[in-house]
């Protein structure tokens, strides 16, 4: 069975351009987390999918953020635009349950 | 809020000698995660721990849970170099779905 896939596994852009990381979850996994860590920070939450569906978005920093995930399968998650503050590792986790979260590798992102 | 505190957040051993990493929080938590991350790579799931007095062991390592004292401690037994990463603690809060909040993470090397 393919773990959670990330992409791409490091992204290099400049202050106010756009970048869109990539999230497949592991097959038949309806619930779908995006996580933070911020360079010597924990690593923080940033929203939850069931499906296709926003179940909590409490932990989106600002409305640059834009996380989708069509038709319940893989999400995007799209800075637009990026600050310097943005950068740092985003994972992706995917569950079937509330229990085990199964993380993919993660996206750097360094923003220059 | 809930928070998740470690420590040490910096853990340098020698080989075959033992040590503990705690992780405190703050409110009143479902479940406990411990994590290994290592370098570049996705977090690992070592132990869930659901209620007050359990405690798990795999080879090396013994995680344990106190709910009353909201305290859980990673014990590391005649540590091998092959232990070294960083280690996540990471708790479920009450009605959050799953959500994780992460403590800061302790980064253990284990030394000959």
């Known amino acids: 069975e393919a773990g959670v896939t990330q992409f791409p596994s490091h992204s290099v852009i400049e202050k106010g351009q756009t970048v869109t990381l990539r999230c497949d979850p592991i097959?038949?996994?309806?619930?779908l987390y995006w996580y933070r860590r911020v360079m010597g920070k924990e690593i923080k939450f940033l929203l939850h999918f069931v499906k296709e569906s926003k179940q909590d978005e409490s932990g989106m920093p600002n409305n640059r953020f834009l996380a989708e995930r069509t038709g319940g399968t893989y999400s995007t998650l799209k800075v637009q635009p990026a600050e310097l503050e943005d950068s740092g590792v985003y994972f992706c986790a995917s569950s079937k349950d509330f229990y085990e979260q199964y993380f993919g590798p993660g996206t750097r992102l360094t923003v220059t | 809020e809930l928070k998740v505190e470690q420590n040490p957040l910096f853990l340098s051993m020698q080989e075959e000698k033992n040590y503990t990493i705690y992780c405190n929080y703050s409110t009143t938590s479902d479940r406990l995660y411990w994590y290994r991350q290592d370098p570049g790579k996705s977090l690992e799931s070592l132990f869930v721990l659901l209620s007050n007095g359990a405690v798990k062991q795999e080879g090396r390592l013994m995680a344990s849970l106190d709910t009353k004292a909201r305290l859980s401690t990673l014990h590391i037994t005649a540590a091998v170099h092959d232990l070294s990463a960083t280690y996540f603690c990471a708790v479920v809060g009450g009605t959050s779905y799953g959500k994780l909040t992460f403590g800061q993470g302790t980064i253990l090397t284990v030394h000959p």
């Open positions: 097959s038949g996994h309806d619930n």
